[in-house]
């Protein structure tokens, strides 16, 4: 088998494909951002944390600065076209979710809305922002989760049944629609 080297600014599209979720955010006037976000990780079981690393410009990292909250949505397949709407570039104070169709759901400890169409929602207060390189990684502490009543089967995401977007690279997607378990 034969290996050859690849650019190191690449690096990360052999990390592929990486869970696509939407944050939702509000800055201090209250208006609503909505972006899709593939550099994202579980950081922590206890306590509940969660990672997202953002480019320090966007409307995103503003308002995670301003607030220090965001909701972590996770979509499914039959939202895709409407998740890529909220990656366009809007100005300051659109609400991407209004642009997209997508329909908000109020949260019960932080500000920025749930989305309806997506299949769960993690509600996080931000516990650390440090720089990394050319983006800021910002760790939210989960307040609240709530899944879709059929989201899981077996303690796990039903993937079968949902179809979680993992994404591959620029519009580029893999929908997650099958289980397999290792043997032993």
């Not at 696509?20 to 509940?48: C, H, Q, R, Y």
């Not at 990684?137 to 089967?153: C, F, N, S, W």
């Not at 796990?156 to 929908?175: R, S």
Request: proline share 6%; hydrophobic share 40%.
């Amino acid at each position: 088998m034969e290996f050859v080297d690849l650019d190191l600014g690449s690096f990360y599209r052999v990390l592929a494909p990486r869970p696509t979720i939407l944050v939702t955010t509000m800055n201090k006037k209250g208006e609503v951002n909505a972006a899709p976000f593939s550099f994202t990780m579980p950081v922590s079981m206890d306590p509940p944390l969660i990672a997202v690393a953002s480019v320090a410009s966007h409307h995103t990292y503003h308002n995670l600065e301003e607030t220090g909250e965001m909701v972590v949505n996770i979509p499914s397949e039959r939202i895709l076209q409407k998740l890529w709407v909220t990656g366009e570039k809007f100005p300051q104070g659109v609400n991407e979710l209004e642009k997209a169709g997508l329909t908000q759901m109020q949260s019960v400890q932080v500000s920025p809305p749930w989305i309806n169409e997506c299949i769960a929602h993690m509600e996080c207060k931000i516990e650390q922002i440090m720089e990394c390189g050319d983006h800021q990684l910002v760790v939210g502490r989960v307040l609240k989760l709530g899944v879709q009543e059929d989201t899981l089967k077996d303690g796990l995401l039903d993937v079968e049944l949902m179809k979680p977007l993992l994404h591959l690279g620029g519009m580029d997607f893999v929908v997650g629609d099958h289980r397999i378990k290792v043997e032993k």
